[in-house]
């Protein structure tokens, strides 16, 4: 089954090829991209269920013999990570189709959306597999590249000022990256993970500390951790609903993994674990704070994005099986979660015509269905029992009272208080913005809002679009779907439970890893 | 393996002065920047191998061969370098284009939120802004437009 492996990465390069060419045929483009990105749930379903039952598979890409050639491998973690991330793409592909169909952008600038969509999934689905330093940076910057055209998306100014900003944060966090695989390598001679295992053990404590503080640093600033944060709320809000949704699911997340996968396979022992705590608990009491000051709802949800990062730290830095195996299932909570309040935020906008919450009101009464669309979430994302935010946090401080430590103790707290502010926040905009009296400039029902909406009250590159339904269908279906995702991650706790738990696992022993690059031993 | 020593100051060098320019608030310089770190880090990476001759077996004895992998990876860094610079430059341009300048501008929301807190009326304190800004190292705790900023920005 090993050559399943490169295909979530090949198939969405080939579909960005074939939607390039396609470009003046945009419903060609949406079969194309459907097609590719329905394959891809597909596929990594399937390397799944394959390495749980038979440990890692590896690819030697070209044919080249591992520490020569570059590495692809699929273990539990990065079949896990492909899974979910592939089946939030395919949410948000289809309401991004659904948006464009009925604001009627069958041209020009959002042509280019498809090929830049696909490029982004293959870009994270190669850090997800990569088995060497270097690919992981080059998997990296295929996500970022295409993001910064996803972000200045129309290049409308707000865009273009909230795009400089990331684009150099991600330059800059690019280069340290860089950097530091330029020293990793005059220190060992390898970038393949595997090698560096054995390598990396031999190195002296104060140049392993060096190399391992160059790349936290790098992927901290990717995955937004405090202080290394103040870049995201700048600049995700402003994009369009559909990629602010993916970018809050994966982009981050993708920082995250690199996180873990370099602290337990590079660099084992936590060194940096009260580092990791402390950075812990200032992002997610910092984050919330930060939360609760806003008054727009898309920037809100971007404080709570950073905030609930530090859930998944405060996992990794307790170094334990179970807390990493809480943190692994976090990450798959948080995708899911975060994307769908973002999605939840668009409909919002396109309802009540604004997302700041000082022109928001009564959207409770006025669409039930979208009150329903961003509760649900909205409560799964404060960690209400019994869903699977509860479940992931009680695992997190489960794993923080085993852990017994004083700063533990710290981030137990810190994650309760945290969780409190979360439902302050959410519930905040559910008073504002769902139940009291509408405002009284708000659309009073859904023709209005979509009168409202096309006379070009909202952004000016939305005017002059075909009229459609305010709420189309194409959009509503993808946001339930990903609420009932994460409702059912409730049900199927259990046994993703016991999966965390067994990436976990091998994550910690790191042989099942080693073993299943080089079957007859590193070189 | 020692590395040699004017690699080393050349690098230092070059990262210095691409640090220096990446603090700037005009684009172009952001983007200078960004290019004299990008040669900083490519001749980091070639310093990490062994020099020698060209690494071709039949040219070069084995013991001889300089290592290829650091030159490999330079050359993807360099086609990545190339592509953000012109992204960057179509932004720069953009930025020129819509504003008649290309500063890098502070968040409208964030100075909104700001101007709330010193008033004492907004949902926030000074004090939680302040905190999640810090990283950013923006002047937030001046109430001054966003247009005197930019200004300071430019002359400092």
């Not at chain 1, 140049?207 to 870049?231: E, N, T, Y």
Request: hydrophobic share 50%.
């Amino acid at each position: 089954m090993t050559y399943l492996v490169p295909l979530p990465v090949v198939m969405p390069l080939l579909g960005a090829a074939l939607t390039l060419l396609l470009l003046g045929r945009p419903q060609a483009q949406r079969w194309v991209s459907l097609t590719v990105l329905t394959a891809t749930v597909a596929v990594s379903a399937t390397l799944l269920v394959q390495s749980s039952l038979h440990g890692p598979l590896v690819v030697e890409v070209g044919g080249w013999v591992a520490p020569l050639g570059i590495v692809l491998v699929a273990d539990q973690l990065a079949a896990l990570m492909l899974v979910v991330s592939a089946a939030v793409t395919l949410c948000v592909l289809v309401y991004s189709i659904g948006q464009g169909m009925a604001d009627g952008h069958e041209e020009t600038p959002l042509s280019v959306y498809h090929p830049t969509y696909l490029v982004l999934t293959a870009g994270v689905c190669n850090a997800f597999l990569s088995g060497d330093l270097f690919n992981l940076y080059v998997g990296f910057e295929i996500l970022l590249v295409a993001s910064y055209v996803l972000l200045t998306l129309g290049s409308t100014e707000n865009r273009i000022r909230a795009g400089t900003t990331y684009v150099v944060v991600s330059l800059l966090s690019s280069v340290i990256f860089l950097i530091a695989i330029g020293l990793v390598y005059a220190a060992t001679g390898t970038l393949n993970l595997a090698q560096l295992v054995d390598r990396l053990d031999t190195l002296p404590d104060d140049l392993r500390l060096v190399l391992q503080g160059m790349l936290l640093l790098a992927f901290g600033i990717k995955a937004a951790v405090f202080p290394l944060s103040a870049w995201l709320p700048d600049s995700y809000p402003t994009a369009p609903a559909p990629v602010t949704a993916v970018f809050a699911g994966l982009l981050t997340k993708v920082g995250v993994y690199a996180i873990i996968r370099t602290e337990t396979l590079l660099f084992p022992g936590g060194r940096t674990a009260t580092l990791l705590l402390v950075t812990a608990v200032l992002t997610m009491v910092v984050g919330i704070l930060g939360a609760v000051a806003q008054s727009d709802i898309k920037r809100l949800l971007s404080f709570t994005l950073i905030s609930h990062i530090g859930y998944m730290l405060f996992g990794v830095g307790l170094t334990s099986s179970l807390g990493l195996s809480a943190a692994i299932f976090y990450v798959v909570h948080h995708i899911t979660i975060q994307t769908t309040l973002f999605l939840a935020a668009g409909l919002v906008e396109r309802r009540g015509g604004s997302t700041a919450l000082d022109r928001l009101g009564g959207l409770a009464r006025l669409s039930p269905l979208l009150a329903v669309l961003f509760f649900v979430p909205a409560l799964n994302l404060a960690g209400i029992p019994p869903f699977s935010g509860f479940l992931g946090k009680f695992g997190l401080i489960q794993a923080g009272v085993d852990d017994g430590g004083a700063l533990a103790w710290i981030l137990v707290a810190g994650g309760l208080v945290t969780s409190l502010l979360t439902l302050y926040a959410i519930a905040r905009v559910w008073n504002l913005a769902f139940w009291r009296t509408p405002h009284a400039d708000m659309p009073a029902d859904d023709d209005a809002a979509e009168a409202a909406r096309t006379e070009g009250a909202m952004e000016p590159d939305r005017s002059g679009g075909r009229s459609g339904a305010v709420l189309p269908g194409l959009m509503i279906a993808p946001t339930l779907a990903l609420v009932v995702l994460g409702l059912a991650l409730t049900v199927v706790a259990g046994p993703l439970f016991d999966l965390s738990t067994d990436a976990a696992d091998d994550l910690l022993r790191r042989t099942p890893y080693v073993d299943a690059v080089f079957p007859g031993g590193a070189p | 393996m020692t590395p040699n020593l004017t690699y080393v100051i050349v690098v230092g060098v070059l990262v210095a002065a691409g640090v220096t320019l990446l603090l700037e608030r005009s684009l172009t310089r952001v983007l200078m920047g960004v290019i004299l770190l990008g040669n900083g880090v490519n001749l980091l990476l070639l310093t990490g191998g062994r020099a020698g001759g060209a690494p071709i077996v039949g040219t070069t004895e084995p013991e001889q061969m300089s290592d290829p992998l650091p030159q490999a990876m330079i050359l993807t860094a360099i086609v990545i370098t190339l592509g953000m610079t012109a992204f960057l430059l179509a932004l720069a341009y953009r930025s020129w284009h819509l504003n008649g300048h290309d500063e890098v501008q502070d968040d409208v929301e964030d100075r909104r939120i700001m101007d709330l807190a010193i008033r004492d009326e907004g949902p926030g304190t000074a004090d939680t802004e302040g905190g999640t800004d810090d990283g950013d190292g923006e002047p937030t705790g001046d109430p001054r437009p966003v247009a005197n900023v930019v200004e300071a920005g430019r002359a400092g």
